[in-house]
């Protein structure tokens, strides 16, 4: 249950996310907790959406390991299939999930799905795995039609990325129960990094 959404433009990458957490119907006010949806790993923004024990299980196996290259799809792709494997090996909380989410699907299935923004691009990573490069623009999440809609509609106005990424993201949060809190805002090229 969250809104993410990552915009490129004018040499500029932004990713965006929300700062709600919800624990089933319910939601913790803002001013109690408020949820860090955005990991930093090496020269790349991940966002989570799913399950949250995703961002705490993602940020320990990362805790072992140097920062992998997600310059591309196939980094990318290779990067989430070594997770995969350490989600069944390591993590027993994990159920293995053998099953997508049609019956008949071959693939497993992670009921989640990111979104990662570097110089590379923005890629957005289902929950079988699949990995999928923007150009633009792309969102995931509860809130996600919303804010595709917005970015959409908006993307060639004279807004910028981090303008763009806000306004998606607040499309979201005012349409979708699950969205809320405040705005989490990480740029790409980093402030002082040329």
Known sequence: MTIAVAVRKGGVTVIAADTQNNFGHNRVPIGNHRTQKI?????TYVATSGW???????????????AP???SERDVF????????ALH????????QCQGEEESSPFGDL??????????????????????????????????EFALGALHALYDSDLDAEALARRACAAAMAFNLFCGGEI???????????
Do not use: M
């Not at 949250?52 to 140097?66: K, M, P, Q, S």
């Open 39 to 43: 990991l930093s790993v090496g020269d």
């Open 184 to 194: 989490d805002v990480c740029r790409l090229p980093r402030p002082g990094v040329p």
């Open 52 to 66: 949250g024990v995703y961002a705490n299980i993602l940020d320990d196996f990362l805790h072992r390991r140097r």
């Open 111 to 144: 009921d989640a799905s990111f979104l990662l923004a570097n110089d590379g691009g923005i890629f957005y990573v289902s929950s079988d795995t699949s990995v999928t490069a923007f150009e633009q623009y792309y969102a995931v999440g509860s809130g996600a």
């Open 89 to 96: 090996e390591r993590y027993s909380l994990v159920n293995d």
């Open 69 to 71: 290259r997600l310059d």
């Open 78 to 85: 290779r990067f989430f299939q070594n997770f995969w494997k």
